[in-house]
């Protein structure tokens, strides 16, 4: 009796999760729009801001995480390598321009407000990072991963996380504290030892995991295998203080050199759809929306320019690089909303005094609200382009 009562608010919630979703994403559904605005409502309704149901807001997030991780590394299983890499300078340079053109764009914003250097190139490195987690999303659903277009805002997806390490390096020099010898230095042979694997991936073309005999034949032995392949590198990666997410891709591409996709997302698609809509039920958690009906006009205008800023500046790179000019249009509306790595720039920033309680609630308010109009736009943007 003792056990059943300390599960009791463990079972409660998960059933008012499941039914919430289920209710949501069945009208979403019917007006064609994607799950995702419907996770971020459930968190909104279960929120302190909401029903105040969900009192353990930290472990959402943590779940979330292994969500991301989860959604990094099965679009790993799907990159070609040699595909890819042909597409690095519409990586590098689109990623460059996106965070140069930010940052300049807010610091003349900041300059009119007065608002001092930091805090100006933090919210410009806010703002220049899109969500992998919502594109990689829509992409899947709208059959757009193998396109030339999804590939071209693949590579930008994943040049920006990538970007993410000197970033937050930057943000702790502005903010008076700087990285040891020791960090500088892991993430420096993390950096070269994840060139090392995909060169060798690169040079081999298709590789061997140890005792996938065996494991084709045992089911069980899939499971934990494929947990140990996706988190295993994870780990990897952020014992080098680089991005646990980006270690799960990189994962995901030894797998695709295995040949080993078949069975592995056969495993892990449940764990998957599971934990990414927790992440996007903690983005919900965190909207504040007495905050953001008191600074409703500042919030909208900001969304309005940073989506009208990212879509150009990405659909000019997009065409510029390859694409045609529907492509490209279609790509910038991807990339226009501010992505999930975002968080973790605003929340850095904020734990240094870079900016305040306000600046943070902002630019959270900011970033969830880019993720709920994110697939109102893309779908807008579509329409335009058949028309």
């Known amino acids: 009796m003792l056990l059943v009562s300390s599960l009791d608010p463990i079972i409660s919630l998960v059933a008012i ?7 949501i994403s069945t009208i979403l559904r019917k007006l064609n729009q994607t799950y995702i605005i419907g996770y971020i409502l459930v968190g909104v309704i279960l929120g302190e801001n909401g029903l105040n149901v969900i009192k353990d807001t930290e472990s959402i997030h943590l779940l979330g995480e292994l969500g991301v991780i989860l959604l990094l590394f099965f679009i790993g299983m799907e990159i070609n390598l040699i595909d890819f890499l042909k597409r690095w300078k ?23 407000y007065n608002w001092n250097f930091a805090r100006s190139v933090v919210l410009g490195f806010v703002i220049a990072l899109s969500s992998s987690a919502v594109v990689i999303k829509l992409l899947q659903d709208k059959n757009l991963i193998d396109t030339k277009v999804g ?36 993430m420096i042979i993390g950096a070269i030892l994840i060139v090392v694997i995909l060169g060798y991936i690169y040079v081999k073309g298709v590789i061997i995991l140890p005792f996938s005999k065996k494991i084709y034949r045992d089911h069980e032995l899939q499971v ?33 050199a295995a040949r ?24 919900g958690l965190q ?11 500042a919030i909208s205008t900001t969304i309005f320019v940073v989506y ?12 510029v690089f390859s694409c045609d000019w ?41 970033i969830s609200l880019t993720l709920v109009v994110s697939p109102f736009w893309i779908a807008i943007t579509e329409r335009m382009i058949r028309r």
């Not at 080993?260 to 983005?283: K, N, P």
């Not at 850095?348 to 870079?354: E, P, R, V, W």
């Open 17 to 23: 999760l499941a039914i919430l979703i289920i209710a």
């Open 90 to 112: 519409i990586a590098i340079i689109g990623t460059f321009l996106q965070i140069t053109i930010s940052v300049a764009l807010v610091l003349l914003i900041g300059y009119y």
């Open 151 to 186: 590939k071209n805002v693949l590579s930008i997806l994943l040049a920006q996380d990538v970007a993410l390490v000197p970033l937050l390096i930057i943000i702790s020099q502005l903010g008076g504290k700087s990285e040891s010898i020791e960090s500088i230095v892991l």
């Open 224 to 256: 934990f295998m494929a947990i140990f392949l996706c988190f295993g590198c994870a780990l990897a990666t952020s014992l080098f203080g680089i991005s646990a997410a980006l270690g799960a891709f990189v994962g995901g591409i030894i797998i695709n």
């Open 260 to 283: 080993a996709t078949h069975w592995i997302h056969d495993t892990l698609h449940s764990f998957r759809i599971l934990f990414v809509s927790f992440f996007f039920i903690s983005v």
């Open 287 to 297: 909207i504040d929306l007495t905050f953001i009906y008191k600074n409703l006009w």
């Open 308 to 319: 009208v800023t990212n879509h150009l500046l990405n659909s000019l790179v997009l065409r």
């Open 326 to 366: 529907k492509e490209a249009l279609l790509g910038g509306a991807l990339l226009a909303q501010i992505g999930e790595l975002s968080f973790l720039l605003s929340s850095t920033a904020f734990s240094l005094g870079i900016i305040e309680n306000f600046g943070y609630n902002f630019t959270i308010s900011l």
